[in-house]
Structure formats: structure tokens, C-alpha cells
């Protein structure tokens, strides 16, 4: 049974740096085509996809927060960390890591994938 | 980026009624496409993916459809627990740059 549980502080403070953990169960991040994404929900607000790291440690992340975002992983543990630095209140947000499942289609030269298994979500707010 | 807009936001329906949700991208991303349901209070759930394949589990009244720019979500005979909001998302790009619309929530009539 795939499961995804993400931990991490439930209150930060403006300007500090943010550091969350996903671990996971049920599969090995040192499989191949295996991967991670993060994506976060600001209460009320939609779905907005942060970072992604696949199992060749490839990564990539959201244009408008890149400069603020470093993903990686513990295949040893079991686990994806994202960090956030500069936080700030509109970063105010449930946090979800998720599994991906890849796949090819004909005329395309990459894997294709979306969000299979999430885990539960991590509320963090930011507030002084 | 390629931006996905849905429509409407907000889709009240009877139980037992249709409901046909809408998402727009901004460029084509084929059948790149997946439908994702969240209750109040849960973590998404996959619902479609590739536009029309439903994930393991779902039953056979979520049906997906379109490609290209536009898509469509269906909901035949709607049961109390389909009450949520819906979300697509597409995934056309390499290196991903994933992007979701702004969901639809729709609400019992």
C-alpha cells in the first residue's frame, strides 16, 4: 500500500526558511521512473504544483518559486524534503507531497505524468 | 506556463442529475489532462487521466473527454457523495511544469 505523510512546523515566522518532509511507504524513491512532487492550497484557493524530483535526482520547480524552492531526497529514508526560504503569509498553506505515475505516449520523447497518491497534507501557517 | 481555466466555479445540481464540468488551457496539451476531486478537508483524489481514462476505483458515471485546449468532465446521475470540488490539470511539459485550474465546486441544488 502506497502512502505519502508529509511533517514539518505548523507555525513559522516571516523572512525564516521552511522545511518539509515527505515519507513515504509502500514503494522505493530508487526505483526507476519513480518521483515526487509538492504542491501546496492556500486556504480557500486552488491547487498550485511547487517542485518535482525524479529518480535520476532530475528536478524541476514553478517558475514564479523557483528561487526560493530546493527539493531532495533521502532514498536511504524514504523521504523528499522541499525547503521554502524567505516565508511569508501569503505562503500561509496546506502542503502536499505526491507520487507521480509516469508513462510514454506515441510523439513524445519524455515520460508523461500526474499525481497518483497524495498524502494527507501539512497546514503551515506564517504569522509573527 | 500554460493556463487552465474552468468553468463554471460554482455548478449546483440535483442528486440524480448530469453535470458537465468545463477546463480551458491555454495552449494545447493534447490528452495531457487529469480530473482530481477534493472533499472539504481531504487531499485530492485522481480521478481521470489522459483526458478520458479513469484512474483505479472510479466508478464508471465520471466520465472525461476533449483534447487539445479543451475538456470536459461528466458526472451522470450524481450521488450525495460526488458533492466536492473538481480540479484539472495538465502535464504536456518536459521538464514538468504542472499547472492546475482554479477548480469548480459543485454544490447540491
Known amino acids: 500500500q502506497v502512502t505519502l505523510k508529509e511533517s514539518g512546523p505548523v507555525l513559522v515566522k516571516p523572512t525564516e526558511t521552511l522545511t518539509l518532509t515527505c515519507t513515504v511507504s509502500?514503494?522505493?524513491?530508487?526505483?526507476?521512473?519513480?518521483?515526487v512532487s509538492w504542491i501546496r492550497q492556500p486556504p480557500g484557493k486552488a491547487l498550485e504544483w511547487l517542485a518535482h524530483i525524479f529518480s535520476n535526482d532530475e528536478k524541476s520547480y514553478s517558475t514564479s518559486l523557483k528561487s526560493r524552492l530546493t527539493i531532495s531526497k533521502d532514498t536511504s529514508k524514504s523521504q523528499v524534503v522541499l525547503t521554502m526560504t524567505n516565508m511569508d503569509p501569503v505562503d500561509t498553506a496546506t502542503y502536499y507531497c505526491?507520487?507521480?505515475?509516469?508513462?510514454?505516449?506515441?510523439?513524445?520523447?519524455?515520460?508523461?505524468?500526474?499525481?497518483?497518491?497524495w498524502g494527507q497534507g501539512t497546514l503551515v501557517t506564517v504569522s509573527s | 506556463e500554460i493556463v487552465m481555466t474552468q468553468s463554471p466555479a460554482t455548478l449546483s445540481v440535483s442528486p440524480g442529475e448530469r453535470a458537465t464540468l468545463s477546463c480551458r488551457a491555454s495552449?494545447?496539451?493534447?490528452?495531457?489532462l487529469a480530473w482530481y476531486q477534493q472533499k472539504p478537508g481531504q487531499a485530492p483524489r485522481l480521478l481521470i487521466y489522459g483526458a478520458s481514462t479513469r484512474a483505479t476505483g472510479i466508478p464508471a458515471r465520471f466520465s472525461g473527454s476533449g483534447s487539445g485546449t479543451e475538456f470536459t468532465l461528466t458526472i451522470s446521475s450524481l450521488q450525495s457523495e460526488d458533492f466536492a470540488v473538481y480540479y484539472c490539470q495538465q502535464y504536456n511539459n518536459w521538464p514538468p511544469s504542472y499547472t492546475f485550474g482554479q477548480g469548480t465546486k459543485l454544490e447540491i441544488k
Open positions: 505526491a507520487r507521480m505515475y509516469y508513462y510514454d505516449s506515441s510523439g513524445y520523447s519524455y515520460p508523461l505524468a500526474y499525481f497518483q497518491h
Open positions: 509502500g514503494f522505493s524513491l530508487s526505483n526507476a521512473r519513480m518521483g
Open positions: 495552449q494545447s496539451v493534447s490528452s495531457n
